[in-house]
Structures are given as C-alpha cells and as structure tokens.
C-alpha cells in the first residue's frame, strides 16, 4: 500500500528526492513519514508530517538538510534530501499511521524500503 521510490547512488554534498504514493484504504486523514536503517545500526525516525502540513524532523541528523512535503490530492510524501552526507547512507522506509510522530510503533503502514547510498 505504499510505494517507496527515488532511491540511489550520489555524490557528498548531493541531492535527492524520495516519493512515497500510498493506496487503498488506510486511515482518514493519515500522518506519513520517513524511517532509516543503515548497516548495522537500528532504524531511526527521519521525519513525518501530518495531514495538514505540520513536520516534524530528527533534530540531530536531518533538520536543515532535508525537508518533508505532501500532496494530499495524490496520497503522497516526500522527502528532499540536500547537502547528502555518507553517514545518511541507508535503507529508507515510507511509513503511514494516525499520529505524525517518531515512534515506530505508531505507524501501522511500512514501504518495502528505497536504498540510498552518498559516496565520499
């Protein structure tokens, strides 16, 4: 029900766009975000916003680099991604749930995962 797209290879101090398009029935008025894995390190929260356009960022890796948008007529999130530093190299989860928040728990709906890899 979400497809994750967007993903791949770039340069440090590069740019990327991810997009996510959920379909079928989920929730009304769906919060959608953005979880991480990287190799050998636990998932972490990106970002998420609500239904009305309220986002709200892990302060310590992303905040200034990477900005979450969405497109309620198309049941999309994204995620702009600047300024790619090595460390952001992960596998990225599209996530939907009731509440915009940083608890993984919370979302109820997980993308298969988009790869993004910043070379130095």
């Known amino acids: 029900q979400l497809q994750a797209s967007g993903g791949g290879l770039v340069q440090a101090g590069g740019s990327l766009r991810l997009s996510c398009a959920a379909s079928?029935?989920?929730?009304?008025?769906?919060?959608m975000g953005w979880f991480r894995e990287a190799p050998g390190k636990e998932r972490e929260f990106v970002a998420a916003?609500?239904?009305?356009?309220?986002?709200?960022y892990d302060p310590d890796s992303v905040k200034g680099r990477f900005t979450i948008s969405r497109d309620n007529v198309k049941n999309t999130v994204y995620l702009q991604m600047n300024s790619l530093k090595p460390e952001d190299t992960a596998v990225y989860y599209c996530v939907l749930g009731r509440l915009a928040t940083d608890y993984a728990a919370d979302y109820d709906y997980w993308g298969q995962g988009t790869q993004v890899t910043v070379s130095s």
């Open positions: 916003i609500d239904w009305s356009g309220d986002s709200l």
């Open positions: 079928g029935r989920t929730f009304s008025r769906p919060a």
